[in-house]
């Protein structure tokens, strides 16, 4: 099983970018879905953005048009692009892998998390 490290967090004021990455320690197979997670305090973790296995990216509500996902199947890396952050966006987030093509059905290998802190 392939494992994920997540990297790029910080802490940034409202208003500011960041590009989370998140990086496997061996081949990921490029079909599969991949998908990032947050969990604030106190919050049910939530996913944000997928992509699935044939490189369609879906978004949470909350952060579309704002959070940009792709993946480098040559560097089996996911990255997460993410503007105009608000607040509300702190929390950890998380990278994972799916068993499928399509995220729903459920995802295989996480990664650790990486913290992401927004301040007024």
């Known amino acids: 099983q392939v494992q994920l490290v997540e990297s790029g967090g910080g802490s940034v004021q409202a208003g500011g970018s960041l590009r989370l990455s998140c990086a496997s320690s061996?081949?990921?197979?490029?079909?599969?879905?991949m998908e990032w997670f947050r969990q604030a305090p106190g919050k049910e973790r939530e996913g944000v953005a997928a992509?699935?296995?044939?490189?369609?990216?879906t978004y949470a509500d909350s952060v579309k048009g704002r959070f940009a996902i792709s993946k480098d199947n040559a560097k089996n890396t996911l990255y997460l692009q993410m503007n105009s952050l608000q607040p509300d966006d702190t929390a950890m987030y998380y990278c994972?892998?799916?068993?499928?093509?399509?995220?729903?059905?459920?995802?295989?290998?996480w990664g650790k998390g990486t913290l992401v802190t927004i301040s007024s």
């Open positions: 994972a892998v799916g068993v499928s093509w399509s995220c729903a059905d459920g995802m295989n290998a």
């Open positions: 061996g081949y990921i197979d490029g079909t599969k879905c």
């Open positions: 992509i699935d296995g044939f490189g369609l990216p």
